[in-house]
């Protein structure tokens, strides 16, 4: 890359991959420094982002997630991730395709824009690491991934279960989304797993439970291998919700709860999961709003980064 070109990657860079190095503090803030792109021909991975919270049942401010990830990705982005022996970024031709577009005046019709937003992605033959936005975008996500891979393991990292019942009406809520996906077959609970729960729902609906007193209680390298046995080689959609830290880790979220994970913890539990059938991935619930020296936002950065550094471990026979 010549010197004029080595700055504002986003827009400037003729190669889908590798990482070249460009001042942390300015240029424009694509996810990682990825070209800024709507076409997706030769293209492994889509990252985008939804910006939509009004499924939250505690403080907004999530919608303002996606852009505050990839602000905090770009002081990542000068070389590859320290933990991996290869960069994603050699691997893998990856966009950031920006945002799904919904009418917020309609909310109705937002799952089946974010549907229809992934069913475009997924429908070139490219896989998605969609950045939230709070967690109900993980529903519609997951009706079109089931679509492509059939019913999924859930690798789901979060303080809170989201599988509370909802019989009456299907609401917009970012606490019942996996209550439906179970229920509709859009995940297998026996072959899924939540981690890092702190909150009560006494029925599991069938899904495999390793609370966050559990993890504090062993190793990551033990917790990972729970979560590898149970879901085998089945097609895994991993969800991270940054409320699974706890809030000295991650303040800046609409619903925290003390005890949780620390970023260690997460990020060697990730690293371990090393092999896994990784289909589709998010990282969701940064609210920027109520983040200190935007340790949550790096924190869901740095997350993303490690998704990315799985699936191409996994899809690059690099496992």
Not at 112 to 140: K, N, R, V, W
Not at 154 to 177: K, N, Y
Request: hydrophobic share 40%.
């Amino acid at each position: 890359m010549d010197q004029a070109s080595r700055n504002d990657q986003a827009i400037t860079r003729e190669s889908l991959y590798g990482t070249a190095a460009e001042s942390t503090y300015g240029g424009i803030t694509s996810f990682m420094r990825r070209r800024y792109s709507r076409d997706l021909e030769g293209v492994d991975v889509v990252v985008s982002g939804v910006p939509f919270d009004t499924a939250t049942t505690n403080r907004p401010g999530t919608r303002f997630g996606p852009r505050a990830i990839r602000a905090a990705s770009c002081q990542m982005a000068w070389a590859r991730p320290s933990a991996w022996e290869f960069d994603p970024f050699d691997e893998l031709a990856v966009i950031d395709y920006g945002d799904c577009d919904f009418d917020h005046g309609q909310p109705q019709l937002t799952p089946g824009a974010i549907e229809a937003h992934a069913d475009e992605i997924l429908g070139a033959g490219c896989a998605m690491l969609t950045l939230g936005g709070d967690h109900f975008i993980s529903y519609p996500l997951l009706k079109a991934h089931a679509k492509k891979h059939g019913p999924l393991s859930l690798i789901h990292f979060d303080a809170h279960s989201d599988t509370w019942p909802d019989e009456a009406v299907q609401r917009i809520d970012h606490g019942t989304m996996f209550y439906h996906a179970a229920r509709e077959g859009l995940v297998d609970p026996a072959r899924s797993v939540q981690i890092g729960l702190r909150t009560t729902n006494d029925d599991v609906m069938g899904f495999q439970v390793l609370d966050a007193r559990h993890v504090h209680r062993h190793t990551p390298e033990q917790i990972a291998e729970q979560i590898r046995a149970r879901v085998g080689d089945n097609p895994v959609y991993l969800t991270f919700d940054i409320d699974c830290l706890d809030p000295a880790f991650a303040p800046g979220t609409g619903t925290p709860v003390c005890g949780g994970l620390s970023s260690h913890q997460a990020l060697e539990i990730l690293r371990g999961l090393r092999g896994i059938n990784l289909v589709g991935m998010d990282v969701v619930e940064v609210a920027p709003p109520y983040d200190h020296a935007e340790v949550t936002a790096l924190a869901g950065a740095t997350i993303a980064v490690e998704m990315l550094c799985l699936y191409a471990a996994k899809h690059t026979h690099k496992d």
